[in-house]
């Protein structure tokens, strides 16, 4: 099946992928008396007096938009608000099917940060949180950070952190099958965007030691001012060893490469350069860093893509479905630390040692009972970090 075009024809006969659906009964007086006027004055009221208590009285808690201002679309670039809304719609199914969260797209059609934070701002009364997407960096970086300091819902970039998350519980599983632990591991990211800052931050919070991010002109170094500040801030913390070059520089005696970047910067040569029983994530869309037969066939171990179309698909849908289900649950004021390190054990946990082998070390994405794992393992963690409103 050619996908493209079969996916065009199916958005043509679709007209949209989600809908409203009335949750109540107005086909009387009576019904309509309830919930509309003049009934409805009164839980109007109460949440005048308390607003919190809209999270008891309405869907707000459990609603969320899918926020971007179609500056960095899913490989595509910065295509508009208007020609990112098929994703955003895609990404609203999935937390529906897999999460039963109402999600809905919002593109907003600004580019200016300030112009973006006050829009999500002044809207989130609406919502039980807000789920950032497709923002490009370095600007998510200041807004994701705004919004956290400044709402008291969650707020989770999905391009950062569900990216980190599955990487990592795709890390955890791999470590199991070549047998190395976290703490001697050399790691290598390929692509110093919002999604590889995510990954080196997380890994590093998680106990790797060594980490070295590259960017397109080669390995990211302390001091160089050429970089954007998220660069230079994330270099204080990598790249220990003080290497210098290109990305093939970096990745001799490597023992896990992560790429976020694009398509064929990776060879044969660099993957074999690595250490033994290498650890090789790929997950450059549509078309990744090197292929999977070409990795393996350079000696990694582990391969994992960002396609649906081979083993180990890396897919952000394990994370945000059942990380808002849980977040929601147990009505969390932020996503904190805790809360997504239990949502990459949550989504490991789910192969168990009897399954686990190299082109198995993810559940796949339509997988409910790892959605139910990272909702359950999210809960209790908000709950034990002391951000959970209700337990």
Known sequence: MNYREESLKKHYEWKGKTEVKVRVPVSCREELSLAYTPGVAEPCMAIHEDTDRSFDLTRRWNTVPVITDGTAVLGLGDIGPEAGMPVMEGKCALFKEFGNVDAYPLCIKSKDTEEIIKT??????????????DISAPRCFEIENRLKDELD???????????????????????????????????VINGAGAAGIAIAKFLLSMGVRDVTLCAS???????????????????????????KGKLADAM??????????????????????????????????????????????AGAR???????????QINNVLVFPGLFRGALDVRASTINFDMFLAAAYGIASCVSDEELSPDYILPYAYDKRAHAAVAKAVAEAAVKSGVAKIK
């Open 153 to 187: 819902i969650p707020v989770f970039h999905d391009d950062q952190h569900g990216t980190a998350i599955v990487t990592a519980a795709a890390l955890l599983n791999a470590l199991k099958i070549v047998k190395k632990s976290i703490g001697t591991l050399q790691v």
């Open 120 to 133: 999500i701002k002044l809207l989130s009364g609406s919502f039980g949180g807000i789920n950032l997407e």
């Open 302 to 312: 582990v391969v994992g893509t960002g396609s649906s179309e081979h083993p180990n």
């Open 252 to 297: 001799k005696g490597a023992d896990v490469f992560i790429g976020v970047s694009v398509a064929n910067c990776v060879t044969k040569e660099m993957v074999k350069s690595m250490a033994h029983d290498a650890i090789v994530f790929t997950c450059a869309n549509p078309v990744p860093e090197i292929s999977r037969a070409d990795a393996v066939a």
């Open 217 to 243: 002109r080669g390995i990211i170094c302390e001091g160089d001012t050429s970089v954007n500040p998220a660069q230079q801030e994330i270099a204080k913390v990598t790249n220990r060893r003080l290497l």
